[in-house]
């Protein structure tokens, strides 16, 4: 791997190990302020509004833009979002601006691979990249769990600068400022990016030449034999697993009795498996051989519903850990095939973009769902069954998607197979 590439690794864990530290921190603020549950359950739809919103925008500004330079300018935007979080603004509405600067990040951080690593190191680089998010993940739910609990907060409450008196008083309050620490090291590291020598491609002026350039790259990847199958994939994968990161909160404090930093603690075991299948399969799994994971899909779903059988920690720890395993050796293959085709189709940034777009949205919709089914009394069981048999349903819809296009789109498939199999090499 390119030097550059460690540079981008360290970032990447800085700005996401933040990221997931200040939903718990935010999830306290709201519980502390007496918001409604199904407001805290609405921080992950909020978080992906931005993705949705500026998709066609985004991607396009990320290929006009040296990538490491976009990437400090997302962290820049976080720091505000936490800033806004602290004095005054509604978490809800500065975790969406946290989500902005996420958003702006992502098309960025994914293309520079394609820029700066030759298409055989791709799944490899994937793998680390996803790897070291799924780190960033279990620590940042850990830490933030941490730093809102008993057992450190006091620490940081007693923490005073002479004449300054910067209004934290609540352990949250704390966590969300030792945020900001994180996003400065992110963006000392995003100035240290090295510049490749790919071209940058202008940035239209008027928004309707964006969106007819987006709906354009969108519908390109989705009339693509592949990209079309991976895309799907990754879209069902992320709108279901990025809303289960709270259904598993919500189902420790029934299931279990466990307040927030413990039921954090689930969380760690669930990055730890989904860190280790992305991590093997980054060396087993060959970019050709990536539509072999999708029926992992399946067994996915049946996991998440078997979670409702569980009310000992001892075996639901280790079945979270497996859970997050079968999730992660799913994700990388795909995530890595998809981003091959959007990069033969399209500019890197863009085909991340319109990636981010189907993800995000994806997310959007099934975090809004269920805040409202929230609000109307819906079980958190019942919840978690849904999700389960979702999973499985669209994942067997998706294996047979694909083998319709063998079968009757069979010269089409073998030929961008050929593709993936000679720039592999």
């Not at 978490?91 to 990040?105: E, H, R, W």
């Amino acid at each position: 791997m390119k030097r550059g590439f460690y540079t981008i690794m360290s970032a990447q864990f800085f700005s996401s190990l933040a990221d997931n530290a200040l939903f718990v921190a935010a999830i306290e603020l709201m519980r502390g302020a007496g918001a409604a549950e199904w407001q805290r359950a609405a921080l992950v739809p909020m978080f992906a509004l931005f993705y949705v919103v500026l998709a066609p925008f985004l991607g396009a500004f990320s290929d006009a833009v040296p990538k490491g330079k976009v990437m400090f300018y997302a962290n820049a935007i976080k720091v505000a979002a936490c800033l806004l979080m602290l004095y005054g603004g509604h978490p809800l509405i500065a975790y969406a601006f946290v989500g902005l600067g996420a958003a702006a990040y992502s098309p960025a951080k994914y293309g520079i691979l394609t820029e700066l690593l030759p298409t055989s190191q791709l799944v490899k680089a994937n793998g680390w990249i996803e790897g070291l998010t799924i780190l960033s993940i279990i620590f940042g739910a850990g830490l933030g769990g941490q730093l809102t609990g008993p057992r450190i907060s006091p620490y940081l409450l007693s923490v005073h600068v002479p004449f300054i008196d910067f209004g934290i008083h609540t352990p949250a309050q704390a966590t969300v400022a030792c945020m900001v620490i994180l996003y400065v090291i992110a963006a000392a590291f995003n100035l240290r990016i090295p510049r490749t020598d790919a071209v940058l491609e202008p940035f239209a002026g008027k928004a309707s030449e964006l969106l007819r350039d987006f709906s354009q790259c969108n519908a390109r990847l989705w009339d693509d034999k592949l990209g079309q199958i991976s895309l799907a994939t990754t879209t069902l994968f992320w709108g279901v697993s990025g809303n289960l990161r709270y259904l598993v909160l919500a189902w420790a404090g029934v299931a279990l009795g466990f307040d927030t930093p413990h039921a954090t603690l689930l969380l760690v075991l669930v990055g730890l498996g989904t860190a280790t299948g992305a991590l093997v399969a980054s060396v087993t799994v060959r970019l050709v051989h990536a539509t072999r994971v999708i029926l992992l899909g399946v067994a996915l779903g049946l996991a998440v519903i078997a979670i409702n059988t569980m009310h000992s920690v001892w075996i639901a720890g280790p079945f979270l850990t497996l859970l997050g395993a079968i999730g992660g050796y799913m994700v990388v293959p795909m995530n890595a095939l998809l981003q091959h085709r959007g990069h033969n189709l399209m500019g890197s940034g863009r085909s991340i973009a319109v990636q981010n777009f189907n993800e995000q949205a994806a997310i959007l919709g099934v975090g809004a769902l269920y805040s409202a089914l929230t609000r109307v009394g819906l079980q958190v069981y019942t919840s978690i069954t849904i999700f389960g048999v979702f999973v499985a349903l669209m994942s067997l819809l998706i294996y047979r998607w694909h083998r319709s296009n063998l079968v009757n789109h069979r010269d089409e498939v073998e030929g961008l197979l050929a593709i993936a199999r000679s720039d592999s090499h």
